[in-house]
């Protein structure tokens, strides 16, 4: 079973920067981050695949939020940049097994405990 202990989150202003980390206790095909909003679906805001490096992030976040993994590829990361009150949410590491697994929530193998994000205009 793959442990995942997320850090990070807070409250901030509207277009500044934060940083999750997600720390895991053995490979995974794939890691993700999610998010959720009371009364809505978990959403995938970005991906990464653990041998290629290959990424890939919700159209919301494009080019604002940069999924990384450190080379011992135990490490996940979310650096969020230009946050806007819109990206207030839940975050949750994830991890998958198989390809895809990482792009849906019922696919998803394991998950963080979760970290709130609030950001005020």
């Known amino acids: 079973q793959d442990q995942l202990v997320e850090s990070g989150g807070g409250s901030v202003q509207a277009g500044t920067s934060l940083a999750l980390s997600c720390t895991a206790s053995?490979?995974?095909?794939?890691r993700a981050w999610f998010r959720q909003v009371p009364g809505k679906e978990r959403e995938r805001v970005a991906e990464i695949y653990s041998d290629s490096g290959a990424t890939s992030y919700d159209d919301s976040v494009k080019g604002r939020f940069i999924i990384s993994q450190d080379k011992a590829k135990t490490t996940l990361s979310l650096q969020m940049n230009s946050l806007k009150p819109e990206d207030t949410a839940m975050y949750y590491c994830?991890?998958?097994?198989?390809?895809?697994?990482?792009?849906?929530?019922?696919?998803?193998?394991?998950w963080g405990q979760g970290s709130q994000v609030t950001v005020s205009s």
């Open positions: 053995k490979y995974a095909y794939c």
């Open positions: 994830a991890a998958g097994d198989f390809l895809g697994a990482c792009s849906e929530p019922s696919k998803v193998a394991y």
